[in-house]
């Protein structure tokens, strides 16, 4: 499998939850929750081992920073923006705590693979017959 760089992942993720916030629009649903741990997995999966740490943490930020995108882009000021940007970062907290969730599973159950595969080789134990 290709691994992607930190922010390449990243941009994937947030691929997805924007799709998600377009199509729950206001009101955080299914949909933004489906596509948001899809994202976050997906990006996780595909991230350079250094960089599980830069994507594991991204669904929160990225939601709020989209949340604030959307609301510049519709000529908000900057006092309405932190006003705007709480209540659909509150109401999607369920779906941005699983998100990380599966990252940092994803993360965990890569860095085990990766802990296990060298410790096995370091042993000396190969198929050479000696």
Avoid: C, N
Avoid at 54 to 74: C, D, E, I, M, N
Avoid at 105 to 125: D, E, K, N, Q, Y
């Amino acid at each position: 499998m290709a691994h992607l760089p930190s922010m390449a992942a990243v941009a994937v993720s947030a691929v997805f939850t924007s799709v998600g916030i377009w199509l729950d629009g206001e009101q955080p649903g299914v949909v933004l929750g489906v596509l948001m741990v899809f994202g976050a997995l997906l990006a996780a999966a595909m991230v350079r081992p250094v960089g599980l740490w830069t994507v594991v943490p991204a669904p929160p930020l990225l939601y709020a920073g989209l949340v604030v995108a959307v609301a510049a882009l519709q000529g908000k000021s900057l006092g309405e923006l932190t006003i705007l940007v709480a209540p659909p970062v509150v109401r999607a907290f369920p779906h941005l705590a699983v998100a990380v969730g599966v990252g940092l599973l994803v993360a965990l159950a890569r860095l085990g693979g990766l802990w296990w595969r060298s410790r096995s080789s370091s042993t000396g134990r190969g198929d050479a017959v000696g």
